[in-house]
């Protein structure tokens, strides 16, 4: 049994008094003395030259401190892409400038050209709309296919709306195309990959402080990674010194990726409170929020999965287009490459597998990893054509993906994508499942919804993931700019309490409860005793923030060693208390001891004398107790799962209603159940809120028609069935202390392909000759497709 | 927003009076005009609030059996009180949220007249009243459009009688983010026929379904629909969904009104 606030006890959250109670500290939240507030100039064409920007009549309004314009950025760098990807030719990705704001052209509807600040943000709204501006419209840039044929162009200066044509594996391509060529059977599908606005419930917003007198910069902001934003402004954008550059991201309400990247709203911030010696502040509305957060997936593919007339996989091929939108954003290459193609080859044993993705540049909003990132746009295409296959084969859509699971004596498995996955059990995970979902008794459930004028469908599929992300070595050489470690310190204070800072960020997801159980249950100690710090980069070591379900599986390992040096010098320190040797010493439930003997100290004994170091051996042994440790990963860890939904479709309107859903995940060891579940749960929310609702549509002007509430739809309580969640008895990773393996985008991955298979299973029994019908599944999609 | 004023009368006539400057305007419940200024879509100088005015709240019975709802009544109010025209009271149940059924106000909802509301469905399906401050207008002559009604500027909804059915139900068939109507139809069945509302569908905003109100005055079936044809000519087509698609719903929900009436 886990120890009350150890390894796998299902504490509760502490942070959540803290939200619950209003007490928390969001960005917007900070307030500091003098400061005064931005407002952006934001394009509402998609597509324009910009003749002139007149600022005269604006300087004039009541409280109006400064106006910038692209103009006052010209000399500073822009925000770059953090991967390079190479073509197929061996071209490297084209990487037009992204400036901090619009220059010459404006690019997509939102794209900030101006930005106003003033003693209140009223008074800089006023002078936005006093603003002088001439802006040439352009014919927008939005369908990917044309996009790709040429014409008008996002960037003249790339001369092509082509970011990159990345082949995955080029060298695998002949075989891939030959096994094709000649396989017995080949299922073709083409799908789209919905676009989806982030929607964190915290809007963006940023606080610049500038000190004069020390030519210091604090930054507060809405990031999952202050030492990457830290990074990014000073090695490439604004160039202030890194030692001179303090982020601090407070409480952040909701990331889901899109607070990963460096935004210019940011560095327009700092440039502002450096020029009028004042903090200025800018917070997002919600429209903003619609209109300039990186948005997520939009992808259109033709898969084909070629089998042998029994099942047996033999090869999948892809052809992908990514929308990258307007401007590269920090990871928007890795996304549909090495986070999708590296994916392509699912939970199977099939021996081929080519991937090709064009990564196009339009008049939208940039497009970036959200929730899932490339995983889902992997799972979605693989288990889709799965299950279309299976209906070609006449087999049972559960049979034909265990035929060809990697099975558990496979492990370490190398993929035909080229991944080395190291552990999972993927036929259990099934056999689990098909329980949870009850599948004997769904004949019984269709006949009664049948009888009731409903069609009824049972849908599954199986997902695998790469998270933990990332091995530096292997990234390096892959295209990443940056390194994928995580790093912590632990620091025992001299009352025996404990501060551990974290280089992970926590906006949702635990790490203030999760990370002291590990430490807790390696000391022996109280959990309440130890207290996380994250989120301050003149507080914590120089870590790579949380996205990718990194956090407990890099950090956390970090955090691990970090541990294990405390304990080994703390074991020297007990052991000189105790007259000892070091080697003798045990730790247990926060005592040490020497061994075969009643004698010990305790954990808070030892803590002291580290900080009192009367008679102290300062010879062989530094006084504090303090250590950090930097973890880089050997691998990727690579969660997997089978999900089951059954689905009711009102066939009078269209309607899709979610009447059961069953996740079986194998997220190797477990800290905290209940965070898990709960970050199952969110994850299957947005999995089937991109399945049913959510609708991004840009219309051929560049327009975002589903910029507010009103026409965007999240999934509410009310959209989605009780869950049935199960994470037990996973797989441990071989290769992290922990043998964690990182659930937070799980849910997102593995569910939207669930509820399409349902809902064809459903049209299908009801005689509708449907075999694909394109997310979100809005009643009026599902009702058309059913007019054939 | 820009800077506006704001008075909060107590009486109707001194309501009037604010609102006779040009650039004032009435705010109900607010649901739809405080975001609009939110957005900086309109600059009225003055807003008039209508809810500190006793006469316009609340819900009772005419002597001629009408339900009368006051044009300052949230909608939460009327779901409560309106018992003597249940269908009236579930159609006002199931707007927006509860927020929004705690602001919002049947004046506010009629004179903005979306072409997604449920209200116009409710006084057009009744054959209601709207009273103002200055004449009574009878619904059929109110409705002009979407957005578009028979009040002068600065007319105030005082009053709304709804004429009480038989029986009646109002079938709602959400749009999945607003969740206003996609389409929504109120069927009403009075002594002497039946009146069948449509809103959400149509791009000249809430109107009357003639074919259906005949026939079903002739039987009060759903089966009786089963040869009309609604055609999705002029009908809304938008990212929810097309105007064949909204003309189809416009007959599912005509019929699960019927059955639905009680
Ligand atoms: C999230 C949300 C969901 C909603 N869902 C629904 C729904 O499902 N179904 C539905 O029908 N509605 C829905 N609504 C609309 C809402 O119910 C209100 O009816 C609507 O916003 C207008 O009423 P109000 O009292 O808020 O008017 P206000 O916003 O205050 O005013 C609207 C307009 O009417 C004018 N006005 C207000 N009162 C009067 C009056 N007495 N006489 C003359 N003019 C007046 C104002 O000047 C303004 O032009 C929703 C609104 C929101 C915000």
């Known amino acids: 049994m886990p120890k009350d606030n150890g390894i796998g006890a299902a504490t509760t959250r502490r942070e959540d008094i803290r939200f619950l109670t209003g007490e928390g500290q969001y960005t917007d939240d900070i307030n500091l003395t003098g400061q005064a507030h931005a407002v952006f100039a934001r394009s509402d064409v998609a597509n324009g030259v910009i003749k002139s920007i007149d600022t005269t009549a604006a300087m004039d309004m009541p409280g109006v401190l400064a106006v910038f314009t692209g103009e006052d950025f010209t000399e500073v760098g822009g925000n770059p892409a953090g991967w390079l990807i190479n073509s197929r030719d061996g071209e490297p990705m084209k990487e037009p400038k992204r400036p901090v704001l619009a220059h010459g052209k404006v690019r997509h509807v939102g794209d900030a050209y101006a930005a106003v600040i003033a003693e209140t943000k009223q008074q800089a709204r006023d002078a936005v709309e006093a603003l002088e501006v001439e802006i040439e419209e352009l014919p927008a840039v939005i369908d990917m296919a044309s996009a790709i044929g040429g014409g008008e162009l996002v960037h003249d200066e790339i001369e092509t709306n082509v970011c990159f044509d990345w082949g995955w594996i080029e060298d695998n391509r002949a075989a891939t195309d030959e096994a094709i060529k000649n396989a017995p059977h080949v299922t073709t599908l083409e799908l789209v990959n919905n676009r989806l606005v982030p929607n964190a419930m915290e809007p963006r917003a940023s606080t610049a402080d500038y000190n004069p007198g020390t030519d210091e910069y604090t930054l507060y902001t809405t990031s999952q990674n202050p030492h990457l934003t830290r990074l990014l402004i000073s090695a490439f954008v604004l160039g202030i010194p890194e030692n001179k550059l303090r982020v601090v991201a407070p409480d952040v309400g909701g990331g889901f990726g899109s607070k990963i990247y460096h935004y210019g709203e940011e560095a327009l911030v700092l440039a502002a409170a450096k020029k009028l010696k004042r903090p200025v502040k800018w917070t997002a509305s919600r429209t903003e929020a619609f209109l300039t957060d990186a948005h997520g997936r939009d992808h259109v593919t033709k898969i084909e999965l070629a089998c042998e007339k029994d099942g047996t996989f033999i090869a999948f091929r892809t052809e992908t287009m990514a929308n990258v939108g307007a401007y590269l954003s920090n990871f928007s290459t890795a996304t549909p490459t090495f986070l999708h193609g590296t994916l392509m080859a699912g939970n199977y044993t099939v021996p081929n597998v080519y991937v090709n993705v064009k990564a196009v540049f339009t008049n939208t909003a940039p497009v970036d990893a959200y929730r899932g990132a490339g995983r889902p746009e992997a799972t979605y295409s693989i288990e889709r054509v799965i299950d279309m296959a299976a209906r070609e084969l006449g087999m049972d859509p559960i049979e034909l993906r265990r035929k060809n699971f990697i099975k558990p004596d496979q492990y370490p498995f190398a993929s035909a994508a080229g991944l080395e996955y190291d552990s999972g059990n993927y036929d259990a995970q099934m056999d689990k499942l098909e329980a949870m979902i009850d599948r004997d008794g769904f004949a019984a459930r269709r006949a009664e919804s049948e009888k009731n004028g409903k069609l009824r469908g049972l849908g599954v599929n199986a997902y695998i993931e790469a998270c933990g992300i990332a091995p530096s070595n292997l990234v390096g050489v892959l295209g990443s700019r940056v390194g994928l470690y995580d790093a912590a310190t632990v620091r025992v204070n001299a009352t025996g309490n404990l501060s551990v800072m974290v280089g992970a960020h926590s906006h949702g997801q635990g790490h203030e409860t999760a990370f002291p159980q590990v430490v807790a249950d390696m000391l022996g100690i109280e959990a309440e005793s130890i207290d996380i710090v994250h989120g301050d980069t003149a507080k914590i070591p120089f870590g790579m923030g949380t996205y990718g379900s990194r956090s407990l599986a890099v950090c956390g390992s970090a955090v691990v060693r970090a541990t294990e040096k405390i304990i080994a010098k703390a074991k020297k320190i007990a052991a000189h208390m105790l007259e000892a040797s070091d080697g003798d010493i045990e730790l247990k439930d926060g005592q040490f001891s020497v061994a075969g003997t009643d004698k010990s100290v305790s954990f808070g004994e030892v803590a002291l004398k580290a900080y009192i170091p009367h008679q102290f051996p300062i010879e062989d042994i530094e006084p504090g107790l303090e250590e950090t440790a930097f973890y880089d990963p050997a691998n990727f860890t690579y969660p997997s799962g089978a999900y089951a939904c059954e689905v009711e479709v009102d066939p009078q309107t269209g309607k899709v209603t979610v009447d059961r859903f069953a996740a079986a995940d194998d997220f190797g060891n477990i800290i905290n159940p209940m965070i898990v579940t709960g970050q199952v749960h969110g994850g299957l929310a947005q999995g089937i809120g991109q399945a049913l609702v959510e609708n991004t549509t840009y219309d051929e002007n560049g327009q975002l028609l589903s910029a507010s509430y009103m026409d965007y739809c999240m999934p509410r309580a009310d959209d989605l069935p009780f869950y049935q969640v199960d994470h037990s008895d996973g797989t441990p990773c071989t290769h992290n202390p922990l043998g964690v393996k990182g659930c937070g985008e799980a849910g997102a991955i593995g569910s939207p392909p669930t509820i399409i298979n349902a809902v064809v299973d459903a049209l299908q029994s009801g005689g509708h000759d449907v075999a694909h019908v394109d997310m979100p599944l809005t009643p009026s999609r599902v009702w058309t497709a059913m007019q054939g | 927003m820009y800077e506006f004023e704001m008075t909060r009368p107590t009486t109707i006539a001194d309501a009037a009076k604010a609102l006779g400057d040009e650039d004032a305007q009435a705010l109900g419940g607010g649901q739809t005009l405080i975001p609009t200024l939110k957005q900086r879509l309109a600059m009225p ?72 509301a449920c209200y116009p469905a409710a006084a057009l399906a009744s054959g209601a009243t709207i009273v103002t401050n200055t004449r009574e207008i009878a619904a059929d002559d109110y409705f002009q459009g979407m957005f578009s009604t028979a009040l002068e500027d600065g007319e105030i909804i005082t009053e709304v009688r709804f004429p009480v059915p038989e029986v009646s139900h109002y079938e709602k068939f959400v749009q999945p983010a607003s969740r206003f109507a996609l389409v929504g139809v109120m069927v009403a069945k009075f002594a002497d026929g039946v009146r069948v509302a449509v809103t959400g569908a149509s791009e000249d905003g809430v109107y009357r379904w003639t074919e259906a109100e005949a026939a079903l005055s002739a039987s009060f079936s759903a089966d009786a629909l089963a040869d009309l044809a609604v055609s999705g000519d002029g009908m809304i087509s938008d990212l929810h969904g097309s105007g064949d698609y909204r003309a189809h719903l416009v007959k599912v929900m005509t019929g699960r009104a019927v059955a639905k009436a009680a």
């Open chain 2, 45 to 116: 100088s003055a807003l008039v609030s209508l809810g500190a005015i006793p006469e316009m709240k609340g819900v009772c019975m005419s002597d001629a059996g009408e339900v009368c709802v006051g044009g300052a009544t949230p909608h939460a109010v009327v779901a409560a009180e309106a018992t003597a025209y249940p269908g009236l009271a579930g159609l006002a149940a199931h707007i927006g949220d509860p927020a929004v059924r705690n602001r919002g106000t049947v004046g506010g909802s009629l004179a903005n007249n979306d072409p997604s």
